[in-house]
């Protein structure tokens, strides 16, 4: 497998904070090259979407951050950034013989138990992009979680150990393919397999308003651009953005 841009430039390091921090600091100091992907074998304050944290054994899993200068894209596109990298991931699974969905804004699920995570950190200059940093979480080998994470591996799933590595080299050939279809200006095919894949679209289920704690029933009938999804209840479109609601 090779790329022409994305993982051609590696930076492997055995011990960091967090990945998408290192990237961040490198793209202040350095002209850093599109594509640019930093792995870790332990990362010691992985980051989460809004703040929370990613734990992950050391040595067992993939933990890695790639840079992209998606200069091309508007702001109210921002969104598909993470349809490519959620589309990268699955197809990446489906690879191994994983069927896999993709529950809003950024977990990757395999029979509802979480095995992948997605965090995109943008800066922007004058109404664009200049960089982003696409931070993914993996769980390779890892095999016991904390009783309050529901979650899985590939390892708990195939029976078998895999190597990060070749994990890695696959994502970046999904990544790069996905991102150039963005890049081409395909939104509206990227936009259909993303929605294929989501978890829970069409179906009728409950959700939960944060902070209120307001319970409802809706279906899920729509993601846009900005990353709002839209549920659709007793006869209203209600809008939500990443922390305003909850699946339950």
């Not at 993914?136 to 899985?152: H, K, Y």
């Amino acid at each position: 497998m090779s790329t022409l841009f994305i993982g051609q430039n590696k930076i492997e390091l055995l011990t960091v904070d967090s990945t998408n921090n290192f990237a961040a600091n490198l793209i202040k100091e350095t002209n850093v090259l599109d594509g640019t992907v930093i792995m870790a074998e332990h990362q010691t304050n992985g980051k989460g979407q809004s703040g929370n944290s990613w734990f992950s054994h050391p040595k067992l899993n993939l933990t890695c951050s790639y840079i992209l200068r998606p200069t091309f894209l508007k702001i109210e596109d921002q969104f598909y950034l993470s349809m490519v990298t959620s589309l990268a991931v699955t197809r990446t699974l489906s690879e191994l013989g994983i069927k896999s969905v993709i529950k809003w804004p950024n977990d990757i699920l395999v029979e509802s138990k979480k095995i992948a995570g997605i965090l995109i950190e943008n800066s922007v200059q004058k109404n664009r992009f200049s960089h982003s940093i696409i931070g993914i979480g993996f769980n390779v080998n890892q095999t016991d979680f904390m009783s309050e994470v529901n979650a899985t591996s590939i390892k708990t799933l195939l029976k078998s150990n895999m190597d990060p590595i070749a994990i890695q080299l696959s994502l970046n050939e999904q990544l790069e393919k996905y991102y150039i279809q963005l890049k081409s200006g395909n939104t509206n095919g990227l936009k259909k397999q993303y929605m294929s894949m989501l978890f829970q679209y069409k179906q009728e289920h409950w959700y939960e308003v944060v902070p209120s704690g307001e319970q409802f029933k809706g279906v899920i009938t729509d993601i846009q651009p900005t990353g709002a999804l839209i549920i659709y209840s007793e006869g209203t479109e209600k809008t939500f953005y990443s922390k305003e609601v909850k699946f339950i």
